[in-house]
Structure formats: C-alpha cells, structure tokens
C-alpha cells in the first residue's frame, strides 16, 4: 500500500530541546515538501526538496533544518531555535513531471512545553 | 509577495442550497490555482484545479483573471460536502515544483 507515513502523530517535547519529526513515502516521489498548519493560517511552507541531497527554503525557514539523504525519507528537525514551534506539520510529495499531484501525509501535532 | 486570500472562516449552508467559497489572489505571473478540500479525520486531498476546468463531486471553480478570483461554487450544497476547503496558488509556473501558497481556509458546513 503506498503512501506517506509520518510519525509519530503526537509529540510532546520540553522547551529549548530539538526534536525531529519522521515523513517517509513508498511513491518513488522527487519532491518532498513540509508545511505547517496553525488555526486559522492555513498551510505554510516550511521547506522542499525535489531531488536528493538538494532542498530549498520556504516561506517560514527558520528554526528549522530538514536533510534528504534518500529519496524516500525527509526528516524536519524543529530546532530550540524555533519561537513557536507548536503546531501541526504536514508532509507531502510529488512526482516529477506530474503537475499538481501532491499526496499529503497525515500529519504530526508537535506541543512544545 | 504571492497571496491567497479567503475571506470567510466559516460558510454554513443548508442542504440543497447553492455553495460559493470564495477564493482572490495576487500574482505577477500566470497563475495556476487549486482547490484542495480536507474532511474530518482524513488527508488533505487535490478537489480540483483550474486549468483541467473539471467537475469533481458537483463543485466548479473558475478563474476569472480580471478579478484575480477563484471561486468553488456548487448548485445543491450536499451534507457530505461539510468539509475545510483551502485555495491554493502554485509558487512556481511548472505546476508547483516549488510548492503552493494555501489560503487560510473555509470551514463548510452543510446543515441538514
């Protein structure tokens, strides 16, 4: 069954501490793609990377830090760094050549306290 | 700066009324828009897009470039279709390599 898995759903973490939020997908999908989802802001895109060992800034960058060692997995680290990092994150991904056909994750809900 | 604008949080209809989410943007460019549809407890999931101009579940949307609007519209409002609704614009004129602005959203509500 293919798809993208993030893991874990919830997680709870202390201020000041890194934590790193899992997105992994079987799709043989370029690009990847993390957003983050507030009440009543919609989505904005945090980073994307449409090939492995590249990835680019976007909207809201900072305090955050993502690798794409393979082309399956996407890691986002949410760093001390971060001022509010609690929130909801979204993974997604896209295949080359394949316009508009994101496939969208289930989510993590991070809660810093 | 590329912006989606979605000026209501919350829409409530009745059942069999007609739907019009409202949706306005502003780019420089050519735009290629999207609605993106998420209903409770399932994923964000592609509703429809502007340049295929299709019919998915009874909902239409077209562009109208003079007014930079993208509007969902359906006839007869179903209890099904009660559901978050995001317009989305892509940042990028090759269908969204580099990703998607999303407005904040609508909540629908269908009432019975």
């Known amino acids: 069954d293919g798809g993208i898995t993030q893991s874990p759903k919830y997680l709870f973490r202390k201020e000041g501490q890194n934590v790193t939020l899992s997105c992994e997908q079987n799709?043989?999908?370029?690009?990847m793609y993390w957003y983050r989802q507030d009440p009543g802001q919609g989505l904005r895109l945090i980073y994307y990377?449409?090939?492995?060992?590249?990835?680019q800034k976007g909207d809201i960058a900072e305090g955050y830090s993502v690798s794409r060692e393979k082309k399956e997995s996407f890691p986002l680290t949410v760093t001390s760094a971060q001022k509010n990092p609690t929130a909801f994150y979204l993974c997604?991904?896209?295949?080359?050549?394949?316009?508009?056909?994101?496939?969208f994750g289930s989510g993590t809900r991070l809660t810093v306290v | 700066a590329q912006r989606v604008t979605q000026p209501e949080k919350l829409l409530s209809v009745f059942k069999g009324a007609p739907v019009e989410l409202k949706c306005n943007y502003s780019?420089?460019?050519?735009?290629?828009l999207f609605w993106y549809v998420q209903y409770s407890r399932q994923r964000l999931q592609l509703l429809l897009r502007h340049i295929s101009r299709e019919s998915i579940k009874g909902f239409t949307a077209d562009l109208n470039k003079g007014e930079t609007s993208f509007h969902l519209k359906k006839p007869f409002a179903q209890e099904e279709d009660s559901a978050m609704y995001y317009c989305a614009l892509s940042r990028d004129s090759g269908g969204g390599a580099d990703g998607l602005t999303f407005g904040k959203g609508t909540h629908l509500i269908i009432q019975p």
């Open positions: 780019y420089s460019g050519s735009p290629e």
């Open positions: 990377s449409q090939i492995v060992n590249d990835f």
């Open positions: 799709l043989n999908h370029d690009a």
């Open positions: 997604a991904s896209r295949r080359r050549g394949a316009p508009y056909g994101y496939t």
